[in-house]
């Protein structure tokens, strides 16, 4: 399994960013993907899944300002980012769990998105 | 929601100790509580999922307990390697998903 974030870096607030994560070595239209942060020095914060079948799930501090989606055709999961505020500074990590409402088993390297002016 | 509060929120341990991280729920959650382990610089490793079941390729020095409300990873003869920040998460369904706050490991 490989997941490889990207789109990741320096956008003012209140601006927009979009990042992908291109995946491999596993069936992707079939498992659910989920998008985890972490705040610099901070800890792991979950921000969203999407289920096989396009369900998408959101954290509060992200709901109606991310929107997470998924193109199977192109085996990429993508998070479209707006209203970007200066706590949303974190390294975003693209995350699939092989059993849907599960543990998150394989984890990318993770996208930094920096939100300073 | 959930909250997950781990304790301690860091601990200094020599090389061969056994550490006990513990991680409570504020409602009963079952058994879907899932470990992870993340080194500096690295992207999060599952440890153990389903509270006590076992990842292929980990240690077998690192174990879980626990049910409802209360869970505890336990590392066994600690190695220098095992420095690292350690966080529970839970599935439970009730609300959505969350981690604790994290407990940094120092291997002195």
């Known amino acids: 399994v490989q997941l490889v974030e990207s789109g990741g870096g320096l956008v003012q607030p209140g601006g927009s960013l979009r990042l992908s994560c291109a995946a491999s070595?596993?069936?992707?239209?079939?498992?659910?993907l989920s998008w985890v942060r972490q705040a610099p020095g901070k800890g792991l914060e979950w921000v969203s899944s999407?289920?096989?079948?396009?369900?998408?799930y959101y954290a509060d501090s992200v709901k109606g300002r991310f929107s997470i989606s998924r193109d199977n055709s192109k085996n990429t999961l993508y998070v479209q980012m707006n209203s970007l505020r200066a706590e949303d500074t974190a390294v975003y990590y693209c995350v699939v769990a092989t059993e849907w409402w599960s543990r998150l088993d394989y984890w990318g390297q993770g996208t930094l998105v920096t939100v300073s002016s | 929601e959930i909250v997950l509060t781990q304790s301690p929120a860091f601990q200094s341990v020599t090389p061969k100790e056994t550490v006990t991280i513990t991680c409570r729920a504020s409602q009963n959650i079952g058994s879907a509580l899932h470990w992870y382990q993340q080194k500096p610089d690295q992207s999060p490793k599952l440890l153990i999922k389903y509270v006590f079941e076992s990842i292929s390729g980990v240690p077998s020095r690192f174990s879980g307990s626990g049910s409802g409300t209360v869970f505890t990873l336990t590392i066994s003869s600690l190695e220098a390697e095992d420095a690292a920040a350690y966080y529970c998460y839970q599935t439970s369904g009730i609300g959505l998903p969350s981690f604790g706050q994290g407990t940094k490991l120092e291997i002195k």
């Open positions: 999407i289920a096989n079948d396009g369900t998408t």
């Open positions: 070595g596993f069936t992707f239209s079939t498992l659910g």
